[in-house]
């Protein structure tokens, strides 16, 4: 979902609805920000880390697949390079846990005031 607004609303009014996108899903193997390749903010060139699996999100924003269990960096295509959804800790890039047969939902948003 992009989000054109990440500034807080004022009290008594609502924040701005963000618009699904279709983009790119990649999951990497857990990588920490050191390995992120020019990273400005939440946006970076690239990414140095195995790539384990990627899917295109469809018009809604909605995708699914398929984890082995483990630890893993999820981030998205955005204009050149990766948006990073967010930051797990101080150095960990968008780490999920997958666990075997459970289902995992996660909302990821791109705000794009953080991006230039």
Do not use: C, W
């Not at 609805?17 to 920490?32: D, H, L, R």
């Not at 140095?48 to 995708?63: D, E, P, T």
């Amino acid at each position: 979902m992009l989000e054109k607004n990440a500034t807080m609303p004022f009290k008594g009014s609502t924040k701005q609805k963000g618009s699904p996108i279709s983009t790119m899903v990649y999951i990497y193997e857990a990588a920490n920000v050191n390995q992120l390749m020019e990273q400005e903010g939440n946006y970076a060139k690239g990414i140095q880390a195995r790539l384990i699996k990627r899917v295109r999100s469809n018009n809604a924003g909605k995708f699914k697949l398929g984890l082995a269990p483990g630890k893993y960096s999820i981030v998205l295509g955005y204009q050149e390079g990766i948006y990073i959804p967010y930051f797990s800790g101080n150095t960990g890039v968008a780490l999920i846990e997958v666990f075997k047969h459970q289902f995992q939902e996660i909302d990821l948003l791109i705000i794009a005031s953080s991006v230039n």
